[in-house]
Structures are given as C-alpha cells and as structure tokens.
C-alpha cells in the first residue's frame, strides 16, 4: 500500500507557474505507474498525466500539453507536475494517484490517491 501527500499548490495569475509535488510512503513507490488528475468544480474528474514506474513513458491531456511537465524522484519517492503557462481554465483541485491502472486516462482505475492540492488561475 501507498500513501499520497500532494503540495505546492496555491493562487497564481494567467501565465504563472506552479510546480506540484506528490510525496509518496513506502518503499515500492519506484514500482508504481503515477499519474496526476484534476477536478474542478462542478465537472468530472480529469486526467492531467502520467508517468511510467521507471520514467520512460509519459502521457499527457491535449489540454495541458506543452505546458505541463511530469517528472519523477524514486530516490525521493516523489513525483511533481511542473505548471507553466496557466490559464484561468486549469484551476481545480489537483490529485495524484498510484497504479498501474488497466486504462490510465480513467479515474476509477488508479488504486490510490492523495487529498488533493487547489490550484487556482486569476486571470
């Protein structure tokens, strides 16, 4: 079992950055796919994107791709979305879940999940 802690959200204006991280515990983190979704208020949760146990593979939405970067640290046990170029349209509660999921764009097939981080763009 794994258990997420996401931080470095917060209130940032159109065209800021932010960088995400997700602190995992456990000692099997660095065997786990990772990924990061978002809800915002009233919508369905989406996916972000995602990142293969050892790094190699990464996914992304067409929506953030360009402008988000997922990186891992399994010396760290920690995986981070760098935010650049926000728009008032990414502000939600940002979320980091560990799998490996059968389909990872799907929320429901992640295994586990921190409390969230809010991430809100002024504009």
């Known amino acids: 079992q794994v258990q997420l802690v996401e931080s470095g959200g917060g209130l940032v204006q159109t065209g800021g950055s932010l960088r995400l991280s997700c602190a995992a515990s456990?000692?099997?983190?660095?065997?786990?796919?990772m990924a990061w979704f978002r809800q915002a208020p009233g919508k369905e949760r989406e996916f972000v994107a995602a990142?293969?146990?050892?790094?190699?593979?990464?996914w992304y939405a067409d929506s953030v791709k360009g402008r988000f970067t997922i990186s891992r640290d399994n010396v760290r046990n920690t995986v981070y979305l760098q935010m650049n170029s926000l728009k008032p349209e990414d502000s939600a509660i940002y979320c980091c879940?560990?799998?490996?999921?059968?389909?990872?764009?799907?929320?429901?097939?992640?295994?586990?999940w921190g409390q969230g981080t809010q991430v809100t763009v002024s504009s």
């Open positions: 990142i293969s146990w050892n790094g190699n593979s990464l």
């Open positions: 456990g000692r099997t983190f660095s065997s786990y796919d």
């Open positions: 879940a560990a799998g490996p999921p059968v389909r990872l764009r799907v929320s429901t097939d992640w295994h586990y």
